[in-house]
């Protein structure tokens, strides 16, 4: 027997902190739930875990995300469909307006109501937000930057990818212009016999004899407003450092005098001019023929020689200074040439990039993302900002307008509604996602609780019975005093 080591109850002791190291460890399980609480239950089980731990947070985000996206479409589907109802009614007052029942005065109530309309659709645009973040002024549409400022108004289909686009513009487009061939001041009188009718483009404007030239250029001028005609008196035809919007003409006062120059609003070869005069004493009065007709011409666009980015079966169509590019797949680019603005026979580079749209992050990783693009919806990107109902054909080409108007919208509604159903899809994608990378998770992380209960209880009972054999074991050293008695 021996008492400096007693063997028996350093063994002992040895299990019971095995046994308490086991039933603690047991204990942690059971109190957290948690298979692995260290890097030490489960090493490669830990880091497998980590990496899925962080993938599910980052699908429950993204499903957030995908789910602000939504929000964000809704709110412009909700402005953009007001917008579509003022248009409607903007349609419905040119109807309206191009019946014949109508007064001048009828004419400019109508148009007062299309302007306050139009004031609306613009104030749309402009505040229209989520989240402080604007949603229908251009920001979050694919910008196009061209190195002329010549070029403006540039609108693409989603066909359009990122590249240089490079045209050449050979000519601008004209208005229509008839020049008079008699020098006039306001103190000029219209001769007897002269008196008569100037008709322009189907507005007739009458003309007493006696009429101080200035009270004729009034009502000329009020005549030829109605039928879309700028009138002016030009002292020096050959001065072409004008506006374009006045042909490139130089009006004078009519107290210089000069000769009366008529110049379409519009430009192009549908701008075709009629000036009439009933009377050939007055029309050589005004210095104008009996009968007067002229057309603009349309701007003259190529593709350039050492473009890259159109295809070789690219179409380019033009409607006065508008310019049409179309391709295969859906392919459209369409851009507004301002007359005067460059130089004939120059190219123009059109930089289409990548900023713009709003990149919603719909996934878990990078680059899992997905990018809308809302377009601009004013009156000037939906070519509504020059509509005027008390022209004479102005009724009838507001209505062709807004059809056209709300044609664009309708493309912009459709183009959100399916960003909205693809994110719908996302958001349950993500969701199921998640839910099954937490099922996986739980397999690996979670512990299950009637086996830990199993392995508690038994080393519950070996912890009992090892702390009952120390204590015997401890009590073997007394046995070597009964040898000294």
């Keep these: ?73 809704e709110t412009t589907d909700g402005a953009l469909n007001e917008v579509h109802n003022m248009l409607q009614r903007m349609r419905e007052l040119s109807v309206q307006a191009a019946n014949g029942t109508n007064t001048p005065d009828d004419l400019k109530a109508i148009q007062l109501e299309i302007g306050s309309l139009r004031d609306e659709i613009d104030r749309v645009s402009k505040d229209t937000e989520f989240n402080t973040k604007p949603l229908l002024d251009g920001t979050l549409d694919q910008r196009v930057y061209p190195d002329n400022r010549g070029v403006t108004r540039i609108d693409i289909s989603d066909a359009v990818s990122e590249n240089t686009y490079s045209v050449q513009i050979n000519a601008d487009a004209t208005h229509a212009v008839i020049r008079g061939g008699a020098n006039l001041t306001e103190t000029s009188v219209v001769p007897a016999g002269a008196a008569g009718s100037v008709i322009i483009n189907g507005v007739e404007v009458k003309i007493e004899e006696g009429e101080t030239f200035d009270a004729v250029y009034e009502k000329l001028r009020a005549g030829a407003e109605l039928g879309e005609v700028n009138l002016m008196v030009v002292r020096n035809l050959n001065d072409t450092s004008g506006t374009p919007e006045n042909g490139f003409f130089v009006p004078s006062d009519l107290a210089t005098g000069g000769n009366l120059v008529f110049v379409s609003d519009e430009y192009g070869q549908s701008a075709e001019m009629n000036v009439k005069c009933d009377n050939p004493t007055l029309a050589a009065f005004l210095g104008i023929q009996s009968e007067s007709q002229a057309n603009g011409t349309d701007v003259q666009v190529d593709i350039a020689a050492d473009d ?45 990039t990548g900023v713009g749209p709003m990149t919603l992050q719909i996934g878990a990783n990078e680059n899992q993302t997905m990018d809308v693009r809302i377009q601009e919806i004013s009156s000037q990107t939906l070519y509504i900002d020059k509509v005027n109902v008390c022209t004479v054909t102005g009724a009838s080409r507001a209505i062709t ?67 009952s054999v120390l204590a015997q074991a401890n009590d073997l050293p007394q046995q070597v005093l009964q040898l000294l008695q």
């Design 401 to 467: 307008s807004f059809d056209g108007a709300i044609a664009k919208v309708s493309e912009v509604r459709s183009s959100i509604g399916a960003y909205m159903n693809r994110l719908d899809y996302a958001v349950n994608s993500l969701d199921l996602t998640e839910e099954n990378m937490t099922q996986a998770l739980s397999r690996i992380e979670d512990v299950d609780m009637a086996e830990e209960m199993t392995e508690y209880t038994k080393y519950n009972i070996l912890s009992q019975a090892a702390t």
């Design 308 to 352: 890259e980015g159109f295809g070789t079966q690219a179409t380019i169509l033009t409607d006065g200074n508008y310019v049409t590019i179309t391709d295969r797949g859906g392919f459209e680019m369409k851009f507004e040439v301002i007359p005067g603005e460059i130089t004939p026979g120059d190219t123009v580079n059109l930089d289409v």
């Design 1 to 73: 027997m021996k008492i400096n080591h007693n063997m028996s109850a350093i063994v002992a002791n040895k299990k019971l902190l095995r046994t308490e190291n086991t039933l603690s460890n047991s204990i942690e399980r059971l109190s957290t739930g948690l298979r692995i609480n260290r890097a030490s239950d489960d090493a490669a089980g830990m880091a497998i875990a980590s990496k899925m731990t962080a993938q599910i947070k980052g699908l429950g985000q993204a499903s957030r995300n995908a789910s602000d996206g939504v929000s964000v479409l």
